[in-house]
């Protein structure tokens, strides 16, 4: 049976957050580079897309670049900036037929300027795009957001402008770079690696994670649909019991 056909179209996560992990074992095992690693994995992000979009996922959230990836080597970080420009714009005449709004979160005033630039432009060129969220996490780290969170929350009660006994869990997600995104349903990470890398680690509370052995490069529409089918196959329980949910 077409793998597509096994999914319940009426229980499809919402949101999906994906490490895109394994372009330099991909690039090392062909004898090449990282950064042809890098440059083929994007046949990945259009095949996921592609399928999160039949199946109408509304919001894909990216991990492109990481807090801790600026201590790599100096020529990879410029190969991957400018392949984030290069990308962006080739490929914004498909978010605009497919009507996919782009987003991003991290430390943007830390990327280069000409990287800063385009992602405005693009997300200002999407902002009325409602069929899907497509959000970049860019020289993102989970734990700096929440300290930066924490900084924000503290000055505004300092300041009297909050008052402390009222603070709770929307106050932090209001303070999160993700404020205007659901909490992640399902979380998947490729090339067999089984942990979080400092990835919405808030937002990630109850959700479902899938780990594939399959590289990032390699990542196609039917590895999308397994953990799709993995994830409609487990029983989320939000702290209940199976019981609870069935009355």
Known sequence: MDK???????????????IMDGNGRW??????TRVFGHKNALTAVRQTLEAAGELKVRYITLYAFSTENWKRPKFEID????????????????????????????????LPKTAQKTLLDVIQKT?????????????????????NAIKNISKKV???????????????????YTFNLPNVDLLI?????????????WQIAYAELYFTNILW??????????????YQ????RFGKTSEQLTE
């Open 158 to 176: 300092v300041n009297k402008e909050l008052d402390l006994e009222k603070i709770d869990e929307n106050t932090i997600n209001n303070h999160l």
């Open 27 to 32: 690039a090392k095992d062909k004898g090449m």
């Open 79 to 110: 190969a991957l900036m400018s392949l984030l420009i290069s990308s962006l714009k080739k490929e914004l005449p498909t978010f605009q037929e497919n009507k996919i709004k782009v987003n991003v979160i991290g430390n943007i005033e830390s």
């Open 217 to 230: 490069p390699d990542f196609r529409q039917e590895h999308f649909y397994d953990a799709i089918i993995d």
């Open 4 to 18: 597509k056909l096994r999914i319940n179209p009426q229980r499809v996560p919402k949101h999906v957050a994906i």
């Open 127 to 147: 902002k009325s795009n409602n069929e899907m969220t497509l959000t970049f996490a860019l020289s993102y780290g989970s734990r700096e957001e929440i300290v």
């Open 233 to 236: 196959n487990r029983e989320r």
């Open 189 to 201: 990470r490729t090339s067999g690696e089984q942990r979080i890398s400092n990835f919405l680690l």
